[in-house]
Every structure is written in C-alpha cells, then in structure tokens.
C-alpha cells in the first residue's frame, strides 16, 4: 500500500505552487482498482475549475513520474472536495462553523463514536459540536477518523458555483458522440 504521509509530502509542495490548499490524500478503490485520490482548493474560493484540476493533475504526474512513489500501477483523481467536503484539517471545523457535519470517532467517546449536528467551531485541539440531541459534544480532533459536511439547504446556499458560464457548452458535448477520460 502507498505510504500516504511520504505521498502528501510530495504532493502538497506543488498544490502550494499553484496556489491551493490540499485538503486530502488518499488510496481508494482497493487493490483490484488503486485510485489516488487528491483533493484541493483554492483558499479565496474553497473550489477548484476543471483547469485547476488539470494543471494540478499535469503537475503531480510530472512529480511522480520523477519519484515514482507508488510500486503498482494506479489512477490519479485531482477534484475540488465538493459540496459535501470532507472535513480533514482542524481548521475546517471552524471555517464550516454553523453548517452540519457528521463525524465518526475512531474509538468510542462516552460510548459513542459517531456525532452528527451543527459546527460550533473548535477549541484548541477540540472539535464542539451541537448535536441533534441537544448537547454539547467536545471531540479531540486527533481521536476524529472521518468527518464530512452533510447536505443541506443551508449548505448550498453557502457554497454557490464560482460561474456557470460555459455551462451549455459542456451540456451541447455531452450531447454528442465524443467522450473524454483523463487518467493518470
């Protein structure tokens, strides 16, 4: 398996340069379909355009091309995290304050390990979270294995498209016979 923290270290200097923050690195897909996956934004926009991806995606394989990091062979997957974003860094917590997220544990707290509820923000090194019962949830962000924004009107309303411009353009290709695929 693909060492995640060695792959980061090679990854995020090059998102830097194009002027984006990672937001995530990962395997996924299994051994039958290995998938590295990178997601990034742009700090002003929290998203990230299709040429973003693809000057990203151009970058990185160059990169890795050079270093070779992965043993097998494998696709790269450069995406904006989306509107339901993953939420990776303690940071997130308090730039998502006042939206809902789910949150899973990696052991339980107060024999529960997953909280859904609005953000609160975060305190030093603890996630608050308001949950739907109610109280308050207080969550060391180091003990935090998944967590993610949960869809909601709130939610879309915050993370508008940066244009829609050009979008009949993509919707009158798709239309048509040609089809385009980009792996890494």
């Not at 693909?2 to 395997?27: N, S, Y």
């Not at 024999?111 to 979270?129: A, N, P, S, Y």
């Amino acid at each position: 398996m693909a060492d995640i923290a060695a792959l980061t270290h090679l990854i995020e200097p090059e998102a830097k340069a194009l002027g984006f923050d990672l937001v995530r690195v990962q395997m996924i897909g299994g051994e039958s379909d290995p998938t590295l996956q990178v997601m990034a934004e742009r700090p002003d926009t929290r998203q990230l355009t299709i040429d973003d991806c693809a000057a990203l995606s151009r970058r990185l394989s160059d990169v890795f091309d050079a270093a070779d990091p992965i043993e097998s062979a494998y696709r790269l997957e450069v995406s904006s995290p989306g509107i339901d974003r993953p939420l990776t860094r303690l940071k997130d917590f308090s730039d998502w304050a006042g939206h809902e997220a789910r949150i899973t544990l990696a052991e339980p707290l107060n024999d529960r390990k997953q909280f859904t509820g609005e953000l609160m923000g975060i305190d030093t090194d603890e996630v608050l979270v308001a949950t739907k019962d109610g109280r308050e949830a207080r969550l060391p962000f180091a003990g935090i294995k998944t967590a993610k924004l949960t869809l909601t009107n709130k939610l879309i309303a915050a993370t508008a498209p940066l244009s829609s411009a050009g979008a009949e353009e993509f919707e009158d290709e798709a239309s048509g016979d040609d089809q385009i695929h980009a792996e890494g």
